[in-house]
């Protein structure tokens, strides 16, 4: 096998980092047990961060990002993976951090990866991504918090985005009435097919509220935006509910008070998909893989490449991309 191969490389700039398609060496790769054949990578609002330099989430250049990986292992030290063994890789601050998915090849430690369920390929994998990952992590913590179909609707913020689609889509596998929030009107038809039972404007929400508890309205809230908006839901929490929180599009700030956690035993649930233990991502993947509807998946996925990332960075970063983009490395 060839030891070159093609990524997108970050270089540092005064502004933003500049962008360039390379040809690489594996001795260019950083270290870890693992070298994995790249074969898909997804796209999400942080990899558009990373891209135009917003955030400083890249102390170090040059920088190959992509926070998220599937693909078959070529080399490894680890016994646990042979080459030829398919992957997946979410999480542990790679494409921040560590050299991430934009890339046909990649080194990383052993403990990072999960082996690919089976029944799922790698281009689904990807599909889901981080996004879908995230978006199971926060369904499993409200039904840990004993949230269950029979106890009324479940909103979902962001739910054009990558981590509310899916969230959106499990949550109606799993028979739960879904309440579907979007600033973009042309989305509720795509949003119904998914599984959202209410379309709700996201001028419903926009802002914080003008009191710190009103009507009780949602039995549970996926949370993938933040800030004045995650403020808003939270005062229209019904007694003893819950919201899973893991979205910052709207800001990290919280413009509450502590009367909806204290008056109605409101819970508010973080979400971190970076730092999951490797049993608890294991598990996650394989309950998506017996959730997913392979039609739906393919309705909210758009094919793209290497070549097309800054386009499409620019687009996520302004609500314009709906569902999952997953980037070819072939």
């Not at 490894?76 to 993976?81: A, F, G, L, N």
Request: proline content about 5%; some cysteine.
């Amino acid at each position: 096998m060839s030891d070159t191969f093609k990524a997108l490389v970050l270089e540092a700039a005064d502004k933003a980092p500049s962008i360039q398609i390379k040809e690489l060496n594996t001795t260019d790769l950083p270290e870890g047990e693992v070298l994995v054949r790249v074969s898909h990578s997804g796209l999400n609002y942080k990899d558009g961060m990373v891209l135009k330099g917003l955030g400083r989430l890249v102390r170090h250049y040059p920088h190959v990002p992509g926070i998220d990986f599937a693909g078959t292992v070529e080399a490894s030290s680890d016994p646990r993976y042979k080459p030829g063994d398919a992957v997946v890789l979410t999480g542990w601050r790679v494409g921040e951090a560590h050299w991430g998915g934009y890339a046909q090849k990649a080194r990383v430690k052993a403990d990072w990866l999960v082996p690919l369920p089976e029944g799922l390929t790698a281009r689904q994998a990807m599909a889901v991504g981080t996004a879908g990952f995230t978006a199971m992590l926060a369904v499993q913590a409200l039904e840990d918090h004993r949230l269950s179909p029979e106890d009324g609707e479940v909103l979902v913020t962001g739910a054009s985005g990558g981590v509310g689609s899916v969230a959106v889509s499990l949550l109606g596998r799993l028979g739960y009435s879904v309440a579907a929030v979007t600033g973009r009107p042309d989305n509720a038809d795509y949003l119904k097919s998914l599984g959202a039972t209410t379309i709700v404007p996201r001028e419903a929400l926009a802002g914080a509220p003008d009191k710190p508890l009103l009507s009780e309205r949602w039995a549970g809230c996926v949370d993938a935006v933040g800030g004045d908006m995650l403020a808003h839901v939270l005062a229209e929490m019904r007694y003893g509910s819950s919201v899973a929180a893991c979205g910052l599009a709207g800001g990290p700030g919280l413009n509450t008070t502590v009367l909806p956690f204290l008056l109605r035993g409101v819970k508010l649930l973080g979400i971190d998909s970076v730092m999951c233990d490797h049993d608890t991502r294991v598990l996650a993947w394989e309950r998506l893989t017996g959730l997913l509807d392979a039609s739906r998946l393919d309705a909210m996925t758009t094919e793209i490449r290497l070549e097309d990332l800054p386009d499409y960075a620019d687009r996520i970063l302004m609500g314009q991309v709906r569902g999952r983009a997953v980037v070819v490395m072939d």
